[in-house]
């Protein structure tokens, strides 16, 4: 979509609209840093650290349906059923039977989880069905991106708890949709925990209370990276219709996964907004396709985001086989830096090199946050500690998608611009059949043709 497109569609929707991240206490004292020189430390229970017990009270059986059956829907899944005692799956829906019945395997021969036929539903609408059932205590949303923002806003409507996959949305439309839920949420006391795990790791947690403590002063820029080798694609079969291949081929679809940037940078970008508290007030980056075999989303990415006080934040995402891998945050501060990532080695350090703190792996080991955020789940349900992280995933998610339009557009595009825009990627009905708007291996390319005329 080209700028003056994108401008052309937005209108200035956001004054009802909350445009912080929702923890105003956070950007006081995070990005100051004041607490370790007024001698005052914020406790983990102040800033709201999970418990990160191994395993779930026990209580009263919750029953969990899951919409999705891929491999991340499956994964999810098991991670809920391992989560503590009584629990289970009663009821699936997806698009496809053979997606469906590898599910069905999985939890029965591993899990001894039986569901049964007549709680198995496919189609766009079987979500609808699953909503339904009265004895559904909790659903796992887990379908492709595009899907995310009406099947939680209907879950959260049917009075369903919640894990919810990041990213949760593809556009600001859906964006939008995920705030206003989210809200209705709360006030119905639902749980709703996501699945951007970093925000479920100890070794995070941790790093985050030093920061917030003032370990390295004020925050003044961060950078972010997941840099890695080719992802998977599935090549489009004859027998496939156009939306048939887009959603068996999803995450190299721009519709359905809203592009790499989205779906595996939300995790880096996350931490960011998490650790520094602020969203951002305009971003302006690049990037482009040069190894991908299917779809039409980018292979690389370079963001530059900019915040007050001259503040800044460098994300970079690529997915292209014998490059350098890099998958880590980095949070600047004006003492020193934290060095973040999820192979097991953070710690922080001065300008110097000197080792300020580092996080006890073998004292206090990391749990799979993959389990770790199901643990999460059940916890809060049974203990009624209420969780709602949906507006933090929804803000995280938008500064992803930011970051995505400058690319695709080369311009300099605001907070306030992306957050009031009305664009929206995918078709308006879904239904099995061609898709006369997808164009494969079509990606946007920003800028003038040196060809055109002045």
């Excluded at 709360?186 to 795990?197: A, E, P, R, S, Y």
């Excluded at 993959?370 to 929804?394: C, F, G, M, T």
């Amino acid at each position: 979509m080209k700028r003056r497109d994108f401008l052309s569609n937005s209108a200035i929707l956001g004054a009802s609209l909350p445009l912080g991240i929702g923890t105003p206490a956070l950007i006081t004292s995070c990005s100051k840093g004041e607490n370790r020189e007024s001698g005052k430390q914020h406790t983990p229970e102040e800033l709201g650290m999970f418990s990160f017990v191994e395993i779930a009270p026990d209580g009263e059986p919750l029953r969990a349906a899951l919409i999705g059956c891929g491999d991340r829907g499956t994964g999810a899944a098991t991670q809920f059923l391992e989560a503590g005692p009584n629990l289970s799956i009663v009821a699936l829906a997806d698009l496809f039977p053979d997606r469906m019945e590898s599910c069905r395997r999985v939890l029965s021969e591993k899990y001894n989880n039986k569901v049964d036929d007549r709680n198995c539903f496919l189609g766009f609408d079987a979500y609808k069905k699953i909503l339904e059932m009265e004895d559904v205590d909790v659903v796992l949303l887990c379908t492709p991106t595009h899907f995310r923002p009406e099947h939680f806003k209907a879950a959260v409507e049917a009075g369903k708890h919640l894990f919810m996959e990041k990213p949760c949305a593809v556009d600001p439309t859906g964006i939008r949709t995920v705030i206003a839920a989210s809200k209705v949420a709360t006030g119905k006391g639902l749980t709703v925990i996501t699945g951007n795990q970093r925000r479920h790791r100890r070794d995070y947690w941790e790093a985050y209370i030093q920061i917030r403590n003032g370990i390295i002063g004020e925050v003044v820029s961060c950078t972010s990276h997941w840099n890695q080798g080719a992802w998977w694609n599935k090549v489009k079969r004859p027998e496939w219709s156009d939306m048939e291949y887009c959603i068996r081929n999803w995450f190299n679809i721009k519709w359905l996964s809203g592009d790499h940037i989205l779906d595996q940078g939300i995790h880096n970008i996350d931490v960011v907004t998490w650790f520094m508290g602020e969203k951002p007030l305009r971003a302006v980056g690049f990037g482009g396709r040069a190894r991908r075999l299917t779809g039409d989303i980018f292979d690389f990415f370079s963001v530059d985001y900019y915040y007050n006080n001259n503040k800044r934040m460098l994300h970079t995402a690529r997915q292209i086989d014998g490059c350098d891998g890099n998958v880590s945050e980095q949070i600047l501060g004006a003492k020193g830096m934290a060095q973040l990532n999820d192979g097991g080695s953070i710690k922080i350090v001065d300008w110097s090199g000197n080792l300020l703190w580092k996080y006890d792996y073998e004292k206090k080991p990391v749990k799979n946050p993959y389990n770790q955020e199901h643990i999460h789940l059940v916890e809060s349900i049974r203990l009624n500690k209420k969780i709602n992280q949906a507006e933090d995933l929804a803000y995280s998610t938008l500064v992803a998608i930011l970051g995505r339009e400058a690319a695709y557009t080369g311009k300099e595009i605001s907070w306030d611009e992306i957050i009031s825009s009305t664009l929206r990627y995918g078709p308006e009905t879904y239904e099995m059949g061609p898709l006369p708007d997808y164009h494969e291996g079509v990606v946007p390319v920003p800028g003038k043709d040196p060809g055109a005329p002045m």
